[in-house]
């Protein structure tokens, strides 16, 4: 009987911090909304691509935020540019690939 309690236990534990971890990523981290913020009040718009090792204002799918990506010209993360200044740049592109 023991067992089946910690079985049931272990179970009710997974299943809540499942859901706790999901509901965490629900909310949109403050440095994302204030790179939103900034890019709407400054004109500025979305360049993947062209950024540097840790150097992303966020990215599409890969990873929630500022500061986190892996590698250098990643086509899913983006740092904020003036408009028009993205496809001047080589590899630059206004779309995530």
């Known amino acids: 009987m ?3 309690l910690s079985i049931a236990g272990a179970l009710t534990t997974a299943i809540g ?3 706790a971890l ?3 990523a629900a909310e949109t ?3 994302v909304k204030d790179n939103m913020a900034r890019a709407q009040s400054q004109h500025l718009e979305k360049c993947y ?4 090792v840790a150097k992303n204002d966020c990215a599409e799918g890969v990873h929630s935020c500022a500061g ?3 590698m250098a010209r990643d086509s899913k993360s983006f740092v ?3 408009a028009g200044d993205c496809l001047k740049i080589q ?4 779309k995530a690939m």
């Open 91 to 94: 590899g630059g592109s206004t």
């Open 68 to 70: 986190q990506a892996t």
């Open 29 to 31: 981290p403050q440095v």
């Open 49 to 52: 691509g062209v950024n540097s």
């Open 2 to 4: 023991n067992r089946n």
């Open 17 to 19: 911090m499942a859901v």
């Open 22 to 24: 999901q509901a965490a």
């Open 80 to 82: 904020l540019l003036p």
